[in-house]
């Protein structure tokens, strides 16, 4: 099992950036990729991006793409989602979540992935 901590969510203005943190702990060795979602209030959870945990190769939302970049730091266990011009549709709790799957088709769809944090807010004012 691992354990993920997300931390670094906050209240921003609209064009505002934060950089949320996700420590992973426990049996990481297993983890094939590490991925960020969010969930608005009435809304299904939304993938916003993946970062493969080896290589490195990323992939986000079309909602997010050029705005948003995840970036992970492999001595440190660590994953980050850089978030740049905020908007208040970004609003949402965020999490991240680590899978053992190799299929990386899957990675889009939280059912892909087995651990999951606890989320932080991020709330984006206009």
């Known amino acids: 099992q691992v354990q993920l901590v997300e931390s670094g969510g906050g209240l921003v203005q609209a064009g505002g950036s934060l950089r949320l943190s996700c420590v992973a702990s426990?049996?990481?060795?297993?983890?094939?990729?590490m991925g960020w979602f969010r969930q608005a209030p009435g809304k299904e959870r939304e993938f916003v991006g993946c970062?493969?945990?080896?290589?490195?190769?990323?992939a986000y939302s079309d909602s997010v793409k050029g705005r948003f970049a995840i970036a992970r730091d492999n001595a440190k266990s660590t994953v980050y989602l850089i978030m740049n011009d905020l908007q208040p549709a970004d609003t949402a709790v965020y999490y991240c979540?680590?899978?053992?799957?190799?299929?990386?088709?899957?990675?889009?769809?939280?059912?892909?992935?087995?651990?999951w944090g606890q989320g932080t807010q991020v709330t984006v004012s206009s």
């Open positions: 970062i493969t945990w080896r290589t490195g190769l990323t």
């Open positions: 979540a680590a899978t053992n799957s190799n299929l990386g088709g899957s990675y889009v769809f939280p059912a892909a992935y087995d651990s």
């Open positions: 426990g049996r990481t060795f297993k983890t094939n990729a």
